[in-house]
């Protein structure tokens, strides 16, 4: 290991800094790998501070580099590194990140004969949490020790903390060097999502004033911006003058960059430049992200004109025809992902026939695509098991995701795989393990934990109670530990109802059973142990073997009673006949299960967790015994319209089913309580996604939440019979699961009646929520289909705009009078959700605004049945998904994807529609889709 000559230059310089790896106030987090403790220096380049890595991974060992590679003109960072000879895979934490964001992350290597081997690994593996972000291999950047390898990605962090995890795959023992990560406003680079991340393959400034590398303060971004000069084949310009920057600009380019080009030395040349494809071991044949940014430098006379054709490859019409949008604005051109895939690429750029001025190019930047859609272990379950971890402090491979991949799941614990959801931790063995301190509640924690072995640990304190509420846990091994108190309540009556096994054997201090523990405690003498002790014991068994009895006997009970098909009576005739539109038993059957109050209580966990309120009562969270996540909705005892709604609810549900309505497990009807038992809906209502500012919905999401919705709604118009009308569709009835699969609930207010007998319920009370209550049913009182749609409709306009029911800016208005205003004026802009920031098919976009003005069409009968619009949901979302088609880098769901090119720029961006590649399949607004105030 090389001395640390230069730490003593610092500490003489007296600037060591407190620090720690939090991150600044634009959110970078700058990591300098190998550093002493706690240790930080301020870069002298960038003016950024870099902290030391210590506390941010818990293996590895810091070495500095050879004196021999100390190089006065390299950064510090590369100094010092941490090299992990030990374990498969080695990780950092970082924290404090904001989750669904996008951050460009940074990794810098350089061996520099760190180890006195003088032979640099051969190759190592690097993941963005549980996703491949690169192969470092170091001979890319040249066998030289002395070359600094930088890799680059831009990604969307799923969770606010993320883990960067080096993976030894037998090419030598993996070191870093440093670690940068840098947030990005969330409209740069679109092409990134939570699905593709975009791996930086080159970016090179053209005409760099004494080939300086341009990065931070200049790039506020930090992304650095290479160069190099090639004075035999292109002249340089640059000016001082100022780059206008526009909104809009996906890829702000820095004014520093866009200062300086290059143009052909020789007027009818041109300008040439690639890349060759960097095959991945998941990715053989990757797509690429090309951006070419332009700006006219020159102030242009009278009849000048820059005007050239770019050519990728042999595609001569790759961008024919281009002009920088004008003196000192900003444009780009892109290639897209889809691009036929060649062993390399060069863009060849040349003046036209009649262009004036040779071409010129002001920056470049390449990336390739690596995927995202690797889930990580279920985040509950993963936080649990590091805290465990940090707990007991527990070695063995405890690093990274504990059960993701499968191949490099944690030692002593076993997850279960399913395909729908993210890995659950299943198992822990964490027998002689040399376990301290008392058992953390953090194994309470692990909600689908089916079997817990701390036997033969030190472990001491008191049993918690909480393990009794894991309903999957049915193993516990506590023996061997120096445990104290007794067994508590909870575990016992599990232990008693069977439902759980406790090995607590060779604990000296544990007691069983609540008297015995006093009188144990106290009486140390030996006719306590003699005597009193074997007593206990046998009073003890018996005691059990007679609460065994009992229970088992009450279980059967109980069993017997859930096996009966249970009826509920209706509280009124009126009840019947709307319900059954009048052809009906007067008895109606439920086959759910049926739960009683006090195992709701269990469920619950005493009703500790709200997850939302309705007009009838509180929704809890809960458990079942096999640990599947449900919703309680539990009838407050306020509410007398809630009998009646309740019974409404249970009924529909018990005879409908249907993917896209909610699914009821069970109800409880227990003396004066009430509750309807759901599948958990773990992402809400649709209502928190719009109203949100955190995540937003994108727009492919948005458009299955719709096409659901609407399948959710036809089923009850078209597949029930007699029909439902649901009578309150809105973005809080529609709920969403992990998948973001949308499902109807609330059928509170639901309604049957008879199409063919116009047996039309007549009720003298409007119900709904204001905003999207049908006008016609206003006026006649008589709700029909019609009434669902007219809501729907709303629905629709809200997951356009990302604007509620009612807009309270600038004045209060109906969503539907705001959509129409703006529309008249042609102004689509104006009306979508620019949380979107641009993703989507405009025609698409469009479609769904016509489709949704439709179903609010004052009168009934101009207005589609959700079947219509179920048909017409299908088609845009197939338009929408036609534009990846042809996406073959996997997982995509990326909506730029499919651009073959784009170009704007500060002068163009408002005129796309010009743009021949794009514009042609353009339908411009308000020409044939009757959307004026006047069209009916
Ligand atoms: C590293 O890259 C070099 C040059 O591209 C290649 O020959 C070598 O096989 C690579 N090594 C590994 C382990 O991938
Ligand atoms: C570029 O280098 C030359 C010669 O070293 C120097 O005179 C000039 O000031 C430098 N220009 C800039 C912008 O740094
Ligand atoms: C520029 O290129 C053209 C065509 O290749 C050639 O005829 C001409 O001589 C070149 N001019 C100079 C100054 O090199
Ligand atoms: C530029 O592209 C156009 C359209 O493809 C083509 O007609 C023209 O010949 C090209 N000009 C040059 C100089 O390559
Ligand atoms: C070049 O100019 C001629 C005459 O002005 C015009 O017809 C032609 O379209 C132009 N070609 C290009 C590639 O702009
Ligand atoms: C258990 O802990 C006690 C007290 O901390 C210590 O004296 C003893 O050596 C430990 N035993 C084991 C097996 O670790």
């Given at each position: 290991?090389?001395?640390?000559?230069?730490?003593?230059?610092?500490?003489?310089?007296?600037?060591?800094?407190?620090?720690?790896?939090?991150?600044?106030?634009?959110?970078?987090?700058?990591?300098?790998?190998?550093?002493?403790?706690?240790?930080?220096?301020?870069?002298?380049?960038?003016?950024?501070?870099?902290?030391?890595?210590?506390?941010?991974?818990?293996?590895?060992?810091?070495?500095?580099?050879?004196?021999?590679?100390?190089?006065?003109?390299?950064?510090?960072?590369?100094?010092?590194?941490?090299?992990?000879?030990?374990?498969?895979?080695?990780?950092?934490?970082?924290?404090?990140?904001?989750?669904?964001?996008?951050?460009?992350?940074?990794?810098?290597?350089?061996?520099?004969?760190?180890?006195?081997?003088?032979?640099?690994?051969?190759?190592?593996?690097?993941?963005?949490?549980?996703?491949?972000?690169?192969?470092?291999?170091?001979?890319?950047?040249?066998?030289?020790?002395?070359?600094?390898?930088?890799?680059?990605?831009?990604?969307?962090?799923?969770?606010?903390?993320?883990?960067?995890?080096?993976?030894?795959?037998?090419?030598?023992?993996?070191?870093?060097?440093?670690?940068?990560?840098?947030?990005?406003?969330?409209?740069?680079?679109?092409?990134?999502?939570?699905?593709?991340?975009?791996?930086?393959?080159?970016?090179?400034?053209?005409?760099?004033?004494?080939?300086?590398?341009?990065?931070?303060?200049?790039?506020?971004?930090?992304?650095?911006?290479?160069?190099?000069?090639?004075?035999?084949?292109?002249?340089?310009?640059?000016?001082?003058?100022?780059?206008?920057?526009?909104?809009?600009?996906?890829?702000?380019?820095?004014?520093?960059?866009?200062?300086?080009a290059i143009m052909p030395l020789n007027d009818s040349g041109s300008i040439r430049f690639g890349w060759k494809a960097?095959?991945?071991?998941?990715?053989?044949?990757?797509?690429?992200?090309?951006?070419?940014?332009?700006?006219?430098?020159?102030?242009?006379?009278?009849?000048?004109?820059?005007?050239?054709?770019?050519?990728?490859?042999?595609?001569?019409?790759?961008?024919?025809?281009?002009?920088?949008?004008?003196?000192?604005?900003?444009?780009?051109?892109?290639?897209?992902?889809?691009?036929?895939?060649?062993?390399?690429?060069?863009?060849?750029?040349?003046?036209?026939?009649?262009?004036?001025?040779?071409?010129?190019?002001?920056?470049?930047?390449?990336?390739?695509?690596?995927?995202?859609?690797?889930?990580?272990?279920?985040?509950?379950?993963?936080?649990?098991?590091?805290?465990?971890?940090?707990?007991?402090?527990?070695?063995?491979?405890?690093?990274?995701?504990?059960?993701?991949?499968?191949?490099?799941?944690?030692?002593?614990?076993?997850?279960?795989?399913?395909?729908?959801?993210?890995?659950?931790?299943?198992?822990?063995?964490?027998?002689?393990?040399?376990?301290?301190?008392?058992?953390?509640?953090?194994?309470?924690?692990?909600?689908?934990?089916?079997?817990?072995?701390?036997?033969?640990?030190?472990?001491?304190?008191?049993?918690?109670?909480?393990?009794?509420?894991?309903?999957?846990?049915?193993?516990?091994?506590?023996?061997?530990?120096?445990?104290?108190?007794?067994?508590?309540?909870?575990?016992?009556?599990?232990?008693?109802?069977?439902?759980?096994?406790?090995?607590?054997?060779?604990?000296?201090?544990?007691?069983?059973?609540?008297?015995?523990?006093?009188?144990?405690?106290?009486?140390?003498?030996?006719?306590?142990?003699?005597?009193?002790?074997?007593?206990?014991?046998?009073?003890?068994?018996?005691?059990?073997?007679?609460?065994?009895?009992?229970?088992?006997?009450?279980?059967?009970?109980?069993?017997?009673?859930?096996?009966?098909?249970?009826?509920?009576?209706?509280?009124?005739?009126?009840?019947?006949?709307?319900?059954?539109?009048?052809?009906?038993?007067?008895?109606?059957?439920?086959?759910?299960?049926?739960?009683?109050?006090?195992?709701?209580?269990?469920?619950?966990?005493?009703?500790?967790?709200?997850?939302?309120?309705?007009?009838?009562?509180?929704?809890?969270?809960?458990?079942?015994?096999?640990?599947?996540?449900?919703?309680?909705?539990?009838?407050?005892?306020?509410?007398?319209?809630?009998?009646?709604?309740?019974?409404?609810?249970?009924?529909?549900?018990?005879?409908?089913?249907?993917?896209?309505?909610?699914?009821?497990?069970?109800?409880?009807?227990?003396?004066?309580?009430?509750?309807?038992?759901?599948?958990?809906?773990s992402q809400g209502t649709l209502q928190e996604h719009i109203a949100g500012s955190e995540r937003s919905l994108r727009?492919?999401?948005?458009?299955?939440?719709?096409?659901?919705?609407?399948?959710?709604?036809?089923?009850?118009?078209?597949?029930?019979?007699?029909?439902?009308?649901?009578?309150?569709?809105?973005?809080?009835?529609?709920?969403?699961?992990?998948?973001?699969?949308?499902?109807?609930?609330?059928?509170?207010?639901?309604?049957?009646?008879?199409?063919?007998?116009?047996?039309?319920?007549?009720?003298?009370?409007?119900?709904?929520?204001?905003?999207?209550?049908?006008?016609?049913?206003?006026?006649?009182?008589?709700?029909?289909?019609?009434?669902?749609?007219?809501?729907?409709?709303?629905?629709?306009?809200e997951l356009v705009t990302g604007k509620p029911a009612i807009l309270s800016e600038p004045e209060p208005m109906n969503?539907?009078?705001?959509?129409?205003?703006?529309?008249?004026?042609?102004?689509?802009?104006?009306?979508?959700?620019?949380?979107?920031?641009?993703?989507?098919?405009?025609?698409?976009?469009?479609?769904?605004?016509?489709?949704?003005?439709?179903?609010?069409?004052?009168?009934?009968?101009?207005?589609?049945?959700?079947?219509?619009?179920?048909?017409?949901?299908?088609?845009?979302?197939?338009?929408?998904?036609?534009?990846?088609?042809?996406?073959?880098?996997?997982?995509?769901?990326?909506?730029?994807?499919?651009?073959?090119?784009?170009?704007?720029?500060?002068?163009?961006?408002?005129?796309?529609?010009?743009?021949?590649?794009?514009?042609?399949?353009?339908?411009?607004?308000?020409?044939?889709?009757?959307?004026?105030?006047?069209?009916?």
């Amino acid at each position: 290991m090389a001395p640390r000559w230069w730490l003593l230059i610092l500490f003489l310089g007296g600037s060591v800094l407190q620090a720690s790896s939090q991150p600044n106030s634009r959110g970078f987090i700058s990591i300098d790998c190998g550093l002493m403790g706690e240790e930080s220096y301020v870069d002298d380049e960038t003016n950024l501070l870099y902290v030391s890595d210590a506390g941010l991974t818990d293996t590895g060992t810091p070495y500095d580099i050879s004196a021999e590679y100390y190089r006065p003109w390299r950064s510090r960072n590369v100094r010092s590194l941490r090299s992990f000879p030990d374990g498969a895979r080695n990780c950092y934490t970082l924290r404090s990140l904001v989750s669904g964001l996008k951050y460009l992350f940074r990794a810098t290597f350089l061996y520099g004969n760190y180890d006195g081997l003088n032979k640099p690994p051969a190759s190592f593996d690097l993941y963005i949490g549980v996703n491949f972000w690169t192969v470092v291999n170091m001979s890319w950047w040249g066998s030289d020790q002395d070359n600094t390898a930088e890799v680059e990605a831009i990604v969307v962090v799923p969770h606010d903390l993320v883990q960067v995890c080096l993976v030894n795959t037998g090419g030598g023992t993996p070191f870093i060097s440093g670690l940068e990560l840098r947030p990005l406003k969330m409209s740069l680079y679109p092409q990134a999502t939570a699905e593709l991340g975009l791996f930086l393959l080159t970016r090179q400034n053209f005409g760099a004033i004494n080939e300086t590398i341009i990065r931070f303060p200049d790039d506020p971004y930090d992304r650095i911006w290479d160069t190099w000069s090639r004075p035999t084949v292109w002249k340089e310009m640059s000016t001082t003058e100022r780059v206008d920057s526009f909104d809009g600009d996906y890829f702000e380019a820095p004014m520093a960059v866009l200062q300086t080009a290059i143009m052909p030395l020789n007027d009818s040349g041109s300008i040439r430049f690639g890349w060759k494809a960097e095959p991945q071991p998941n990715n053989p044949s990757p797509g690429y992200l090309a951006v070419l940014h332009f700006v006219e430098l020159q102030v242009l006379a009278g009849n000048a004109l820059r005007h050239f054709n770019i050519s990728l490859n042999n595609d001569q019409n790759w961008f024919p025809g281009y002009t920088p949008p004008g003196y000192l604005k900003r444009g780009y051109v892109h290639s897209s992902f889809t691009y036929p895939r060649e062993s390399s690429y060069l863009f060849t750029i040349k003046a036209t026939a009649n262009s004036t001025l040779p071409p010129i190019i002001n920056a470049y930047e390449v990336f390739s695509v690596i995927t995202t859609t690797n889930v990580g272990t279920e985040s509950q379950d993963a936080s649990a098991a590091m805290a465990i971890k940090a707990r007991y402090k527990v070695q063995k491979n405890w690093m990274g995701d504990p059960c993701f991949p499968k191949t490099m799941t944690w030692d002593s614990l076993n997850c279960s795989y399913a395909t729908a959801s993210p890995p659950r931790i299943t198992s822990i063995n964490l027998s002689s393990s040399g376990l301290n301190g008392d058992i953390s509640s953090s194994f309470a924690n692990l909600k689908v934990l089916q079997y817990l072995n701390l036997s033969n640990n030190n472990l001491t304190g008191a049993i918690p109670d909480a393990l009794s509420q894991l309903q999957s846990l049915t193993d516990i091994d506590l023996s061997g530990n120096q445990l104290n108190g007794s067994i508590p309540s909870g575990l016992l009556k599990r232990i008693q109802d069977g439902s759980l096994n406790l090995r607590q054997g060779n604990n000296p201090n544990l007691c069983i059973g609540d008297n015995s523990c006093q009188l144990a405690a106290k009486t140390k003498s030996k006719l306590a142990i003699y005597v009193i002790l074997p007593l206990l014991v046998i009073l003890v068994i018996v005691s059990v073997v007679v609460l065994v009895f009992f229970f088992q006997r009450r279980r059967k009970q109980q069993q017997g009673s859930m096996n009966n098909r249970t009826m509920i009576k209706p509280q009124n005739e009126e009840e019947m006949s709307t319900s059954h539109g009048g052809a009906s038993d007067s008895l109606w059957l439920v086959e759910n299960r049926r739960f009683t109050y006090r195992e709701l209580e269990m469920i619950t966990n005493g009703f500790e967790r709200v997850l939302g309120q309705g007009g009838f009562g509180r929704v809890y969270d809960g458990f079942l015994e096999d640990g599947t996540q449900v919703a309680v909705k539990l009838r407050s005892h306020s509410s007398k319209q809630g009998v009646k709604e309740f019974l409404t609810e249970a009924q529909i549900l018990t005879r409908i089913h249907h993917k896209n309505l909610v699914t009821m497990i069970g109800y409880c009807k227990d003396g004066e309580y009430m509750a309807l038992v759901y599948e958990y809906m773990s992402q809400g209502t649709l209502q928190e996604h719009i109203a949100g500012s955190e995540r937003s919905l994108r727009w492919r999401q948005r458009l299955r939440i719709a096409l659901e919705s609407a399948q959710g709604l036809e089923y009850l118009h078209k597949g029930c019979n007699p029909p439902l009308i649901h009578r309150d569709v809105k973005a809080t009835n529609i709920l969403l699961n992990a998948q973001l699969e949308a499902k109807i609930a609330d059928f509170g207010l639901s309604k049957a009646f008879d199409h063919h007998n116009g047996n039309y319920i007549s009720t003298n009370t409007i119900v709904g929520t204001p905003g999207y209550v049908d006008p016609e049913y206003q006026a006649t009182v008589q709700p029909t289909t019609k009434s669902d749609v007219y809501s729907f409709g709303v629905v629709l306009l809200e997951l356009v705009t990302g604007k509620p029911a009612i807009l309270s800016e600038p004045e209060p208005m109906n969503i539907i009078h705001w959509v129409r205003q703006r529309l008249a004026r042609g102004n689509m802009e104006g009306v979508v959700d620019t949380r979107m920031h641009g993703g989507y098919n405009i025609n698409v976009v469009w479609k769904v605004a016509e489709i949704a003005l439709k179903c609010t069409a004052q009168e009934s009968a101009q207005r589609p049945t959700i079947a219509d619009v179920v048909v017409q949901l299908q088609e845009c979302l197939e338009l929408e998904e036609g534009r990846t088609r042809d996406f073959s880098t996997g997982g995509g769901n990326n909506d730029y994807s499919s651009w073959n090119y784009n170009a704007y720029g500060s002068g163009q961006s408002t005129d796309v529609s010009k743009n021949a590649a794009f514009g042609t399949e353009l339908r411009m607004p308000t020409v044939g889709l009757g959307l004026a105030p006047a069209a009916r």
